[in-house]
């Protein structure tokens, strides 16, 4: 049995670097994705060049779902949100980093305390995912074990990717003391978790939807003591497939801002290294490191080339959050650099700094802020660049590539269907914009056009391994 979805078909296929993915763009306007009973890509393509769903007698055992003009894109990978700041989009009264933590943020995760509060902003948040089409995220999770569990819980029963961890803090200021926790206990409840949730769904790392991280939440929320400790952990669950999620040069202010007050606690050269085990003064090995594949540092925008290099050559991977970056005045990561170290760059909301939920509107902002950047470093991103870092980017950051991220044959099928109906003033661009003559101009338009005027209203659509996601009543 098989199910087949007719549409408008945008992907990047293959497996191409971003610089290389306007050449790999699919665009299939009569496309047809055919899913088999596992959730698996068996066929995409022109949709009168499907291979026959008849079975041996003749029977055909197809289910088809036209979705006439509507888009079939990949569903939309966001390396970098916050679950406990489900309600802190736009939170005003704070300024950059370090202030609207103290001020804002975390006071508002400290409202998790409560368990009904907590399950609340779990289901809220899955919700919330569900309307923007963000099939898979690495998602920073909260301090406290029964929010977690509420949100591994209400990701199950819906259906979506989830990649979570406890927030560590093991130090902080006085708005902070609700979410620290003991040096042991941090490590206990990670290792906890990891035990509970880790792949809990399929009961295999290679199949689960579910899987778990090992979250400090920056160098200055935990202390040299958590930093080694963390490595031991991160040594002995690392064949497990578990992931390390943190923040990294992020704000730059002189003096007072997160990097000098990192290099200034820590004494070390660069911000990484108390990441990397380097964590003693003069950047001196004090344990194991973090870095690693299954490893999304959140922003790196104001690294150095070491940094990069270092990150390239542990396969560390970048969430790139312009929205946030915005919003907290952090600057913004160069794209040409960062993008020609080698690292990967994937898209992230950073929900709640970033205040968009839609994956869309972070790549429209990295189109807008790079095009800005001074000099030669300005660059104009390929739309089909645009939607590989909401899509494929991600899936290689999350190091599950294999399993989705594009329509290639033998994923599984995560995908948004789109309708430009729903959302008016998409539909008229789409209609009436001007398009070149030549078919490669005339496909790129539509793409970038897709990709900028996308709201979250005509998300009509979501799938997960060939299945319906919805939010549950
Ligand atoms: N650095 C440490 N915590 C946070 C956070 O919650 N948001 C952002 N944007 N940066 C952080
Ligand atoms: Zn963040």
Same mark, same amino acid.
């Given at each position: 049995? /098989?199910? *087949?979805?007719?549409?408008?078909?945008?992907?990047?296929?293959?497996?191409?670097?971003?610089?290389?993915?306007?050449?790999?763009?699919?665009?299939?306007?009569?496309?047809?994705?055919?899913?088999?009973?596992?959730?698996?890509?068996?066929? !995409?393509?022109?949709?009168?060049?499907?291979?026959?769903?008849?079975?041996?007698?003749?029977?055909?055992?197809?289910?088809?779902?036209?979705?006439?003009?509507?888009?079939?894109?990949?569903?939309?990978?966001? /390396?970098?949100?916050?679950? =406990?700041?489900?309600?802190?989009?736009?939170?005003?009264?704070?300024?950059?980093?370090?202030?609207?933590?103290?001020? !804002?943020?975390?006071?508002?995760?400290?409202?998790?305390?409560?368990?009904?509060?907590?399950?609340?902003?779990?289901?809220?948040?899955?919700?919330?995912?569900?309307?923007?089409?963000?099939?898979?995220?690495?998602?920073?999770?909260?301090?406290?074990?029964?929010?977690?569990?509420?949100?591994?819980?209400?990701?199950?029963?819906?259906?979506?990717?989830?990649?979570?961890?406890?927030?560590?803090?093991?130090?902080?200021?006085?708005?902070?003391?609700?979410?620290?926790?003991?040096?042991?206990?941090?490590?206990?409840?990670?290792?906890?978790?990891?035990?509970?949730?880790?792949?809990?769904?399929?009961?295999?790392?290679?199949?689960?939807?579910?899987?778990?991280?090992?979250?400090?939440?920056?160098?200055?929320?935990?202390?040299?003591? *958590?930093?080694?400790?963390?490595?031991?952990?991160?040594?002995?669950?690392?064949?497990?497939?578990?992931?390390?999620? /943190?923040?990294?040069?992020?704000?730059?202010?002189?003096? *007072?801002?997160?990097?000098?007050?990192?290099?200034?606690?820590?004494?070390?050269?660069?911000?990484?290294?108390?990441?990397?085990?380097?964590?003693?003064?003069?950047?001196?090995?004090?344990?194991?490191?973090?870095?690693?594949?299954?490893?999304?540092?959140?922003?790196?925008?104001? !690294?150095?080339?070491?940094?990069?290099?270092?990150?390239?050559?542990?396969?560390?991977?970048?969430?790139? !959050?312009?929205?946030?970056?915005?919003?907290?005045?952090?600057?913004?990561?160069?794209?040409?650099?960062?993008?020609?170290?080698?690292?990967?760059?994937?898209?992230?909301?950073?929900?709640?700094?970033?205040?968009?939920?839609?994956?869309?509107?972070?790549?429209?902002?990295?189109?807008?802020?790079?095009?800005?950047?001074?000099?030669?470093?300005?660059?104009?991103?390929?739309?089909?660049?645009?939607?590989?870092?909401?899509?494929?980017?991600?899936?290689?950051?999350?190091?599950?590539?294999?399993?989705?991220?594009?329509?290639?044959?033998?994923?599984?099928?995560?995908?948004?269907?789109?309708?430009?109906?729903?959302? =008016?003033?998409?539909?008229?661009?789409?209609?009436?914009?001007?398009?070149?003559?030549?078919?490669?101009?005339?496909?790129?338009?539509?793409?970038?056009?897709?990709?900028?005027?996308?709201?979250?209203?005509?998300?009509?659509?979501?799938?997960?391994?060939?299945?319906?996601?919805? *939010?549950?009543?």
């Amino acid at each position: 049995m /098989t199910t *087949t979805h007719l549409g408008r078909i945008f992907h990047v296929a293959g497996r191409p670097t971003v610089t290389d993915a306007d050449t790999a763009l699919a665009w299939i306007p009569d496309g047809a994705l055919v899913v088999d009973d596992t959730g698996t890509i068996i066929y !995409c393509g022109p949709r009168d060049r499907r291979p026959s769903a008849a079975g041996p007698d003749g029977v055909v055992e197809e289910t088809v779902h036209d979705h006439g003009d509507a888009f079939l894109i990949p569903g939309f990978v966001d /390396t970098h949100i916050h679950f =406990p700041q489900t309600y802190s989009v736009d939170a005003y009264g704070g300024g950059q980093l370090l202030e609207w933590l103290e001020h !804002c943020i975390f006071p508002a995760e400290a409202r998790l305390a409560d368990p009904v509060f907590a399950a609340r902003a779990a289901r809220d948040f899955t919700a919330r995912r569900v309307a923007v089409g963000t099939t898979a995220a690495m998602v920073f999770g909260s301090a406290f074990p029964h929010a977690q569990d509420a949100l591994f819980s209400e990701t199950e029963r819906t259906g979506l990717r989830l990649v979570s961890g406890h927030g560590i803090q093991t130090v902080g200021g006085e708005s902070a003391a609700p979410l620290l926790t003991s040096e042991s206990a941090a490590i206990e409840l990670t290792a906890d978790e990891i035990d509970r949730w880790h792949a809990k769904d399929s009961g295999d790392v290679a199949t689960a939807l579910l899987q778990v991280a090992i979250v400090p939440r920056f160098s200055l929320s935990v202390t040299t003591e *958590t930093l080694a400790a963390l490595g031991e952990l991160y040594a002995d669950v690392a064949g497990r497939g578990v992931y390390v999620h /943190t923040h990294l040069n992020e704000n730059n202010r002189p003096g *007072t801002g997160e990097i000098d007050l990192v290099k200034g606690t820590f004494g070390v050269k660069n911000y990484l290294d108390t990441y990397d085990g380097r964590f003693l003064p003069g950047s001196v090995v004090g344990g194991a490191g973090l870095l690693g594949r299954r490893t999304i540092m959140a922003h790196a925008v104001h !690294c150095t080339d070491e940094e990069l290099a270092r990150m390239a050559e542990t396969g560390t991977s970048i969430a790139h !959050c312009p929205v946030s970056q915005q919003f907290l005045g952090s600057g913004t990561m160069p794209w040409r650099r960062t993008v020609a170290s080698g690292v990967t760059v994937a898209a992230g909301t950073d929900v709640g700094a970033g205040d968009e939920w839609l994956i869309s509107r972070v790549l429209a902002d990295a189109f807008k802020v790079h095009l800005s950047e001074p000099g030669d470093d300005s660059v104009a991103i390929h739309p089909a660049q645009m939607l590989f870092t909401g899509s494929l980017a991600g899936a290689r950051a999350l190091d599950m590539e294999d399993r989705f991220g594009n329509f290639d044959v033998g994923k599984e099928a995560d995908f948004l269907v789109i309708r430009p109906e729903l959302w =008016p003033p998409l539909d008229s661009i789409l209609q009436h914009g001007i398009r070149a003559d030549d078919e490669t101009t005339a496909r790129d338009q539509t793409l970038f056009a897709l990709l900028m005027g996308l709201r979250e209203p005509a998300v009509a659509e979501v799938y997960v391994r060939g299945s319906r996601v919805t *939010t549950p009543s």
